[in-house]
């Protein structure tokens, strides 16, 4: 499968923006898709993932209650809806998927990657 990912941009603090990444190849209701993400001079982190086959979603704890992912089949397309943005959620996005085999957290387990796309949220 192949990811694409696009919806980065420059937004104030409080604010939102909603990441795609579109799949191609294969459904990507057929893989664990996630999001990790990488601030300047720091390891990549997780950040979401969901599993088509339980519904079940995951979230690192600095997160929860402000992002959403989400998938829509027909698309082909999973989402990243973040919301209150804050500064310290400036890096660049990920997009991943996995087949139902490794841990949704670890990167490694990640076989397929789209390109970064940058989020920066000014305060």
């Known amino acids: 499968v192949q990811l694409q990912a696009s919806g980065g941009g420059l937004v104030q603090a409080g604010g939102s923006l909603r990441l795609s990444c579109a799949a191609s190849?294969?459904?990507?209701?057929?893989?664990?898709a996630g999001w990790f993400r990488q601030a300047p001079g720091r390891e990549r982190e997780f950040v979401a993932a969901i599993t088509w086959n339980g519904g079940r979603t995951y979230y690192t704890d600095s997160v929860k209650g402000r992002f959403t992912i989400a998938g829509d089949n027909a698309k082909n397309t999973f989402y990243l809806e973040m919301n209150s943005l804050k500064p310290e959620d400036t890096a660049v996005y990920y997009c991943?998927?996995?087949?139902?085999?490794?841990?949704?957290?670890?990167?490694?387990?990640?076989?397929?990657w789209g390109q970064g796309t940058e989020v920066t949220v000014s305060s």
């Open positions: 190849g294969r459904p990507v209701s057929s893989y664990t």
């Open positions: 991943a998927a996995q087949h139902y085999s490794g841990s949704v957290y670890l990167e490694n387990d990640y076989r397929y």
